[in-house]
């Protein structure tokens, strides 16, 4: 049996994740052979936050 809460938690990780997946790219390589490594942790660290948060969402939907 499918839990609504559950549901929209994972589907907030989801979406959470994709997002955070496009900004990490745009924003730690905005330029050929450049990395900003400040962006990096921050979107990185809010990407594998929002898997977490769908992964175990999808656990308990």
């Known amino acids: 049996m499918m839990s609504t809460f559950w549901t929209i938690i994972c589907l907030a990780g989801l ?9 990490f ?21 809010a990407l594998v936050f929002c898997f977490i948060i769908w992964m175990i969402g999808m656990a308990n939907a």
Not at 25 to 45: D, E, H, M, T
């Open 15 to 23: 979406w959470g994740f994709v997002l955070c997946t496009v900004g």
């Open 25 to 45: 790219i745009l924003k730690s390589f905005p330029a050929r052979g450049i990395f900003n490594r400040a962006a990096a942790v921050k979107w990185g660290s």
